[in-house]
């Protein structure tokens, strides 16, 4: 998106809630991410686990031409791939463990058989003890260790099933000596950064230090988001919470990890956490699953997505639906119209204000809480903010105000990247130097994008002096009217 002096406003939506859509086979072409983005995708997913650079390239490519085709910023999020833990191969394709049977994993590349198999993993050896539990398959297969040591370890079969070759592996109750990034992951992070991608999804996060690291290579080009997707990332959240731009709750791992029932209580805290220090959280894996393969999901899906929303996430996810299914504009359409009737449910909003932490830090969240207030409690159509590098509308987002947010930016990166946060009708604009502009650009805004029309009354928040991070500090009260809009003095 060009950086220039005209405003683009582009399509409303209808909901404050943002939807990602995973691209794969089933959505790569430019007919097909446009019809996502019209269906209602705010945010599209590149996963790195699936596509070469080439077929990456493209996607991005397509992203951004929709961009400045429909005028309306697009966020685009890379989810790297992380160590994947897998066994080796058998020499039959697979074997039948029963319960009770004894099983070895070790670093023989031997085929295995019904006794043994390797793990070609040195530091889960080094990280296990008597008693660790191994999951195979998605959980599928249950072994707990009766012995281990340099390069083995003996286990005894808890739920047994069929295994395979390269099933993964998963260590639940250990904090595995693993990086958070590959190699593969190293090379995919600096690939996606140099083509410009908005937000970096960080998978197999254990400890702050996973952030940190991914932090030092992106080096400011992209934002963070922690994949909660582990035990232990759940036990450091407050640590990954404090050095990471956004969270995602993966339950896909999480699940098996951790007992299912587990899994609902952990989503509504991280969420409330989130929300508490205003960064973007997205509920992802499963949403819709089986709108994989029907036009229609399940009443406990809608159930799911909309509850997701009731907690106040940012955002929900499609994976393979929108990815590798048969009806991705079908799941985003879905997704979208649960939004938007959840929205409409009074006990919604009842819920986000119950929930809602106030903020005692500074200025620019008591300007933030202000803005919020004089919008609901007088005839206000909207808040505007006027934002440099985001934190200014970002703050107007975590207070959860009944009215729209609109988040005005100079710079196109901003606003790609406040895409994916709660209730923000991003539009780039033209640098401003004096609150008169920012204002009168926030008029022009509101009547561009159908918010407010002439003689209604927005609130618009700003930092001054303008074009320096985190200042936000001045709040006013503007009216809709073309006098304003066209070159008349504020009082």
Known sequence: MKENNSM??????????????????????????????LAGADVFRLNMSHGSHA????????????????GRPIGILADLQGPKLRCGVFANGSEMLAVGAPFRFD????????????????????ALKPGSTLLVNDGKIALKVTACGDGYADTEVVVGGEISNRKGVNVPDVVLPLAALSEKDRADLEFVCALGV???????????????????????????????EKPAAVDAFEEILAVTDGVMVARGDLG??????????????????CRRVGKPVIVATQMMESMISSPVPTRAEVSDVAQAIYEGADAVMLSAESAAGDYPVEAVTTMSNVAVEVEKDEMYRDGLLASHTPSRTGVADAISAAAREV????????????????????????????????????????????????????????????????VVNAVKAAKNAGFAKENDMIVVTAGVPFNTPGTTNILRVAPVNEKLIYGSELD
């Open 107 to 126: 670093l023989d590349k031997t085929p295995g058989d019904a006794h043994r198999v390797n793990l070609p993993h040195t530091e889960i050896f080094k």
């Open 198 to 228: 908005d937000w970096l999804a960080l998978s197999f996060v254990q400890r702050a230090s996973d952030v940190l690291e991914a932090r030092a290579l992106a080096k400011g080009r992209a934002h963070i988001i922690s994949k909660i």
């Open 256 to 273: 098996v990890e951790l007992p299912v029932q587990a899994v609902p209580p952990i989503q509504k805290r991280l969420i409330m956490a």
């Open 375 to 438: 919008a609901e409690t007088t005839d206000i159509k909207v808040i505007a903010s006027f934002t440099q590098s985001g934190t200014t509308a970002m703050l107007a987002a975590r207070e959860r105000p009944r009215v729209p947010i609109i988040a005005i930016t100079p710079v196109p990166a901003t606003a790609r990247r406040l895409a994916l946060v709660w209730g923000l009708h991003c539009v780039v604009s033209g640098e401003v130097t004096r609150f008169k502009e920012a």
């Open 8 to 37: 683009t406003t582009g399509i409303r939506r209808q909901r404050n809630v943002k939807i990602v859509a995973t691209l794969g086979p089933a959505s790569d072409t430019k007919e097909m991410i446009r019809e996502l983005f």
């Open 55 to 70: 077929e990456i390239t493209l996607r991005h490519a397509i992203i951004r031409e929709l961009e400045a085709e429909l």
